[in-house]
Every structure is written in C-alpha cells, then in structure tokens.
C-alpha cells in the first residue's frame, strides 16, 4: 500500500506541476498579447456619445492596450462610405460601428454580403442598432454565421409600453416617424403589430420630405394633426433625425399637452419628453468593449459570441415636464423610476 500512495502522489504531483505551468504559460501568453497596442477603428454617425465614452472607459479600466480612432460621418453617408474605404485599406485589429445605418453600410446584411463592397476581413462588433435580426445584420441573436458580433441597445417595444402604461394608461398612441430610415420603419411596424394585441389605436405620421430628405418644418403641424386625431401619448422611435429634432418635437409635444414616451435616453434627460425605457447608452458602450475584448483578449471568433443586451433597463421620468403636464408619476412607478430634472 505504501508503495501505491507513493507512486500516487508522484503522480498527484506531476499533474499539479503540468496545470500549473499550463495556467503560468497561458497567463503569460494573453500578457504578451497585452504588451502590444491592438488598432480599434469606431465609425460613428453623430460623433463620439455616450456609448463611445463607456467603450473607452471599459477598455482603460481593464487596461486593455489599444488605440481607438474614431471616424465620424457626422450624418454624411459619402463621408461615411470613406471611412468604410479607409477600414477595408487599413485592415485594423477590430472595427466598432455604431447605429444600424453604419452597421448596414460597413458590414451589409447577413444575407446580401458583397466582399467588395462590405468589410469582411476585420472583425467587427456593432453597437447602438435597434433590431439587429430585423434589419438582417444578423440572422439571429446567437451567432452571426460571420466575422461579426455586437450588443443591442433597444429595449423591446412591448416592454416599453407596459411600463408607460403603469404611469400613463392610454387607448390612442401616435408616433412620428421618418420614413426614410429603417429603424423607424421597424419599430412602425412592431408598433402596428402589438395595436392589434395590447387594446389601443395607433395613429401613424410620417415626416415630411423635402428634396428628398426629412423636413423639421413638418413637425408642427403633424404635431397639431395628431392631438386632434386625439393623442394621449407620442412614442419617439429610436431615429436619427427625430433624435437630432429633439427639442423641437418634444417642445412641440408639450406644449399641446401630449406626453412624449421616447426609446432612448438624450430625449428624456436633455429635452423634453415626460418619460423612456431605454438602455443607457454608456452601459451599452460598455457591454460592447466586453465583446471587443472576448475578441482581442480572449481570441474567440466573433461569429461564437452571442448578441448580447444590457441586463437591465432604466424608466427615466422628466419631473420637470410632469409638474408642466400635472402628469405626475403614481408611487409605484416611483418606486423604480429614475427621476431627472428636479427642481428645473
């Protein structure tokens, strides 16, 4: 017996001396992968916001050694097929793109890929796209089936209007929207859907167009049409151009006396809409250097990371627009609201 512990623990020991130096050897690897700066290219449509903030917050507090340029279109999609020309030249370690426009543009969809026209080489994660299966970037929320990954930034409508309805119940819900872009379309069309379902009447308007592109002259007097069509609340779709008319919109909203629900945060927290449900931003710029750093640090395909969502959402309610509506919120939404612009 003495002689089979013996040559047991010989054994025990040799096993323990291979896992550590397996574990010392691949913790010295991902090290020496840490010692040289990767290239991140992060085209953005708007400039850098919040989610670019928290993906270059996430990557400083991992110390991640990377470079981030950013390339921003500023709305210009001839400035950003440059940049796309540029990425594709340059073949940098990762691309971030950021809203579905860019997305679409870099990356073309899962099903209609041209290799020379889309980014393919690169490995990218997109962030900031509303319906990422709906727009056909990805086939499903699990794997790409390409050299793509990404996370998802809106919170699905139904949520949205649930938690609405805890604070404002409503029969009529009007929503303006740009017929131009997708996300709007979309988010139109869930909207439709879940009318049919959830007991209320949608009332639709499409902004105006003028030499083919958005008109803000619009928004009044479709503003005007829907609280007479009798609008108890608007829904602000995650839109690029609603985004960039904010305060008029809201402003406009307000003044009629109709409460604005809106799908991201800036028309909460910066203008004048009465309430969303969104996900934050920087949260989700955050989550999305999680996936760049899987990819850099971690070595897996972007193809094997699941689309992911932030874990939680917040309910912002502007106070300062509820004490000018007298809408004001019932204690049980208090009770996990995030209340903004007090005493404004």
Not at 223 to 240: C, F, S, V
Not at 268 to 277: D, E, H, I, K, Y
Request: glycine share 4%; charged share 20%; hydrophobic share 45%.
């Amino acid at each position: 017996m003495s002689r089979i512990r013996f040559f047991a623990a010989i054994i025990v020991a040799l096993i323990g001396g291979l896992v550590t130096t397996s574990a010392a050897t691949s913790a010295a690897t991902a090290a020496a992968d840490r010692t040289s700066r990767y290239r991140i290219a992060m085209i953005v449509y708007r400039g850098c916001e919040d989610a670019c903030r928290g993906f270059h917050d996430y990557l400083a507090a991992r110390k991640i050694p990377a470079d981030v340029e950013i390339l921003d279109a500023a709305t210009d999609r001839r400035r950003l097929l440059d940049h796309i020309a540029r990425v594709r030249r340059d073949k940098p370690d990762l691309l971030v793109t950021w809203g579905t426009t860019v997305s679409l543009e870099a990356l073309g969809p899962f099903d209609a890929v041209d290799p020379a026209r889309h980014i393919v080489d690169t490995a990218a994660v997109f962030m900031i796209v509303s319906n990422p299966v709906e727009s056909r970037l990805v086939p499903n929320l699990q794997s790409s089936g390409r050299n793509v990954t990404g996370t998802r930034y809106l919170v699905p409508v139904e949520t949205q209007l649930k938690a609405a309805r805890s604070y404002l119940p409503f029969s009529r819900l009007a929503v303006i929207y740009n017929p131009l872009e997708e996300n709007s379309r979309l988010t139109v069309a869930s909207l439709r859907r879940l009318a049919a379902t959830e007991d209320f009447t949608l009332i639709e308007r499409q902004v105006g167009l003028r030499d083919g592109a958005p008109d803000p002259a619009s928004i009044a007097p479709l503003m005007a049409g829907i609280r007479k069509a009798g609008a108890q609340l608007l829904y602000q779709p995650p839109d690029t151009f609603l985004h960039i008319q904010r305060d008029m919109l809201t402003a406009a909203a307000t003044a009629m006396r109709i409460p604005v629900l809106a799908a991201a945060e800036a028309p909460v927290l910066n203008s004048q809409a009465l309430m969303g449900v969104v996900n934050r931003y920087y949260t989700v710029g955050q989550l999305t250097a999680a996936q760049a750093e899987k990819i850099l640090i971690g070595k897996v395909a972007p193809r094997d990371i699941p689309i992911m969502a932030p874990r939680n959402f917040s309910f912002l309610v502007n106070m300062r627009v509820a004490r000018e509506l007298q809408r004001y919120p019932p204690m049980k939404v208090l009770r996990f609201a995030e209340v903004v612009q007090v005493g404004k």
